[in-house]
C-alpha cells in the first residue's frame, strides 16, 4: 500500500517558522521527484515546491512567493521530504500536501501541470497576524 503521511503543521504568529516533514512507503521514493503543494480556503491547489528525484535534474522549484523563505529537501535513506518553511505569513495559511510525481516529472513544470501519482492527506497550516 502506498503511503504518504505529512506531519509538522500547526498554528503559528506572523514571522515563525514549521518544518513540515512527509514519509513515504510503498514505492521506490528515489525514484520520484517530490512536491509540496497547497490549498488555501476557496482557492484552487497550487504546487509550493518540488525536488528532483536521483536520476532527475538534480534541481528545485519554488513559487515565486516561498521563494528565500522555503527550503524543500529530501532523505532518501529515510524516504522522507521535508519542507522548511520561515518568516511565514497569513497569505501562506492553507493545507500542505506532499505528493510523489509521475515517472521522469519534471519539478520546473509544476506551475502548469501538477503531474503526480500519489498524495497525502494534507496537514493544515495556520499563520496569524
Given amino acids: 500500500e502506498v503511503q504518504l503521511v505529512e506531519s509538522g503543521g500547526g498554528s503559528v504568529q506572523a514571522g515563525s517558522s514549521l518544518t513540515l516533514s512527509c514519509t513515504a512507503s510503498g514505492f521506490t ?5 517530490m512536491a509540496w503543494l497547497r490549498q488555501a480556503p476557496g482557492e484552487r491547489r497550487e504546487g509550493v515546491s518540488c525536488i528532483s528525484s536521483s536520476d532527475g535534474d538534480g534541481d528545485t522549484y519554488y513559487k ?8 524543500i529537501s529530501r532523505d532518501n535513506a529515510k524516504n522522507t521530504v521535508y519542507l522548511q518553511m520561515n518568516s511565514l505569513k497569513p497569505e501562506d495559511t492553507a493545507v500542505y500536501y506532499c505528493a510523489a510525481a509521475l515517472r521522469g516529472f519534471l519539478c520546473r513544470t509544476l506551475p502548469y501541470y501538477h503531474g503526480m501519482d500519489y498524495w497525502g492527506e494534507g496537514t493544515p497550516v495556520t499563520v496569524s497576524s
Fill in 29 to 33: 521514493f528515489a525514484d520520484r521527484a
Fill in 64 to 71: 515565486d512567493s516561498v521563494k528565500g523563505r522555503f527550503t
